[in-house]
């Protein structure tokens, strides 16, 4: 039997890097003024979307600090702790894997989505993300 426990502030915290951070690089591979409202529109449903310990973890508490220098620097934070999160859920929650694993992907679909189509930049940017969210082999 399998039993969940619950996720530390800091565990919490990873999640919600890996998950807002893979939002915010989709939305900086095509960015454009008017299309910011509907991106954040976009990714907020597919997080409200999600259910259990995913959903707490990125529904309360506080908003991750990305960098915001370069969009290298981000994704060096970003797709580790992407990572990091699913090695945190194997171990907590293995059910959640596949939760969390399915949220960021489709908020990432639904920001690149959310303006004029999938741009290539966007798409680029999600398959790194995909990537990082990727069973170890």
Known sequence: MIVEQRL???ERLTLKTGA???VFLVSNADPGMLSVLRESAA???AFADASGMVKE???TGPLPKLPRDSALEIESTVLPALTRALRILHEK???EVAAYRS???AAADRVARAHAGVAP???AVIERI???LAEPA
């Open 93 to 95: 929650s293995p059910a």
């Open 121 to 123: 930049a966007e798409a």
């Open 130 to 132: 995909r990537a990082a």
């Open 20 to 22: 807002f951070g893979a």
């Open 43 to 45: 990714a907020s449903g």
């Open 8 to 10: 530390t502030d800091e």
């Open 57 to 59: 973890a990125l529904t």
């Open 103 to 105: 949220v960021v992907l």
